[in-house]
């Protein structure tokens, strides 16, 4: 299969290990990936604030990148952008008045997947172990981002993946479902807010006594990585791409503080 | 209909009355954010409704099935709400009720205080009503001379101590019984001095507090949260009886709706009645449901009024994308389940309606550009757990974006004082930046050319603790990490620009990290 990654710009930047992680994985599994070059941002900040008309060269840019080439389907490593991208862009140029953009953005919509999307139902990935080699010997526990959970119906998909890798032990985090406070702007316009909700966040992540967070979406983990950091605790965030692409010969590398279930030391 | 013929409107007509904000959300979110009892109030009150919700609903084969059915029901009425408004009218006017049309807060407000007068009263029992804390009709009734007592427990709680509603549902949720019972001392006329925190004890200061109340009071008012059109009848749902109260023994009523609580028949209410007491207390079945249609001879009250009641809902319903707020039901399960109301409380919006469902339907209410209402689209992280919530299906995530995008449109090209256009709020220049930057992939590559910079001003600790302007609200509590040497898209060019190197990247240097071999950048890139 012909596969178009949109790393989504957040990745691109600040998180290239997960896009490099998702093409490994993908091709890993025999398909060729392309990296459509006109792609930048599904222009979910610009929805997200209310900036509309700023929103819509965005949308056409990433209608118009992910036109440019034949490919079977397009993936990215975010649930958020792949909700963006499918229910946000006809929206967004319909309320701009252009049917035919809105048409486009549909069909582009149609063939995008969020990447546990794309493993389990279209590749047929159950065991990561087995089917990818994964291993990755960390205790860990798992953030369901909101927009995957509620937009996407992604369902346990990545925290099934997660459980099939060799070597990880899962711990459940409580109160999962609840938002990390994140949302964007939000997180700066309503600070106070989004941070007591990411105390809270930080404060069942750590009492689960996992060595990281896993998570589907970069900017969920920026926003409690960066909480985790400032409250010096040890543990961090780490996309579930580079979870299953970790293998025995060349495990993920985890920054932190980091104890190995098999009792050796990571660092 | 009564008498006065209010003419043709100019539109749109938005409501007044306790609809607004009187401070942005942030400020007023971080003041009830200090207050620990009502944090731990309730984070623990919205997490036992919540638990009870979803164990009521999740017994129920086709709760999904019934919530469209919900939905549809609430969208037919919207499109034809003209129509069925007559058809009531007619019935409940032969059945020997009285409508009257009210625009706004003020001229429903003004009907209720006249009625009252006709009747010679100078005080009211009052049924817990949305409608009428929305109008702020004790209020005005209070500068016209007359007393209005409010009947439900937790409303009696709140009026006694001089305060405002917290929750829909629960309105004194922020006070613990010990609270109480302190306000119960202090403003109870002829409590017993010796009352205890006690639940029981409370429960009963309060019964007799009311019983003299229910017996001596000649007018009642109430709210409605269903009125049939095929038959002119009237709903009202409750948990303690005191409604039924009131409903019952005075000689007069007078009920207060608004105009989108009709639903077009009977056999509607079938699918409310399991949709709403689920959603609302997460119980299987409310305690008291009445019903009245007009005055029955000899049996209740004999001079029965419902005032009809806009104050902004044309306004709404005239909005496409908004309109869907009015199918609203008052359930509150939007409320229990939304992480920032559980953290601010319902102060904090201001409004007679608060949490995800006030945060559009105020500004819906009121019109966008009325002051402060601006501020309550973005108290949202948009997490949707609402919209899962929702037994009538309100989009209210979309509609959250939607009055977003009304509110910077408003914004736009607009002129400040002296005239003046007013300049580009930080956020407008940084949205403008950013739709530069991410409108093309040739862009974005240019702006990646300085992640460089990010890992020199990260310094040795590889983050970034401080940020100016509105960034600043990102860094009061989190940091941000060093970025990558380089981004993903500079990686894939280099690799795909010599084909004859193969797509490993073991070759980027961070070798000895270990991880390259995967795909995944070692620590160099990914601090």
Redo the contacts between chains.
Sequence with gaps: MKIALF?T?I???????T???????L?RLGHEVI???????C?Q???????????L??V??HVK?FEEDEYDVAVAPSGSCVASVKHQHP?VAR?CGDAGLEARAAAVGHKTYELSQLLVDVLGVTDAAAQLGSYFPHRITYHPS??GM??LRLGDRQLDLLRSVAGIEVAELPEA???C???????????????????DKTANICGTGADLCAGGDASCL??I???L??QGSGVTTMHFA?IL???L?????V?GDVRLTTGRTAR | MSGTFLGMPSLPVFGIGNLHEHEP??KA??RE?GNTQLRANLGHATRTIRDKRLAVVSELPDWEELREAGRAIKESVMARLPELLEQFEANFTARGGTIHWARDAGEANAIVASLIREQGADEVVKVKSMATQEIGLNEYLEEQGIAAFETDLAELIVQLDHDKPSHILVPAIHKNRSQVRDIFLREMEGVDPELTNEPARLAAAARAHLRRKFLSAKVAVSGANFALADSGTLAVVESEGNGRMCLTLPETLITVMGVEKLLPAWEDLEVFMQLLPRSSTGERMNPYTSLWTGVTPDDGPQNVHLVLLDNGRSAALADEMGRSALHCIRCSACMNVC??YE??GGHAYGSTYPGPIGAILSPLLTGITAEENNSL?????????C??ACPVKINIP?IL?H???????SKRGKRGKRGRERLPSQ?DLG??A??W????????GL??KA?PLGRIAAGPDK?I?KLPG??A??T??????A??A????Q??DKE?RAPAAP?D?TGTGDAG???????????E???
């Design positions: 790393a710009c990745v691109d930047a600040m998180y290239p290990a896009a490099r992680a998702t093409v490994s994985i091709e990296f459509p070059a006109g792609q930048a941002c222009g900040m610009h929805v997200n604030s209310g900036y509309f008309r700023e929103a060269p965005v056409a840019n990148a929206m309320r909101c927009h509620r937009l479902e609840q938002c406070g994140f949302g964007g702007t939000f997180s700066m316009k309503n600070a106070d807010v989004s941070s007591a909700m990411l105390a920026l926003h990585g960066g909480g950091s400032r580079e692409a970790s293998t010969e060349n495990p993920a590398a920054t | 959300f942030p979110a971080r954010l992480p920032v953290r601010t689209p973005y108290a949202s992280s948009l997490c949707g757990a919209y899962d979309d974006v009055l977003r995008g009304e509110d910077v449109d956020m949205m403008k950013a739709s930057a991410l409108s093309s992939g040739k862009n974005l702006v990646e992640l983050k603790t509105i960034a609200g990102w009061q509590s989190r940091d941000i990490p970025p990558p380089q981004s993903f898209r990686w894939w795909h797509t990247p990290t270990g991880n390259a071999g995967t795909g995944s950048a070692g620590t890139e990914n601090p």
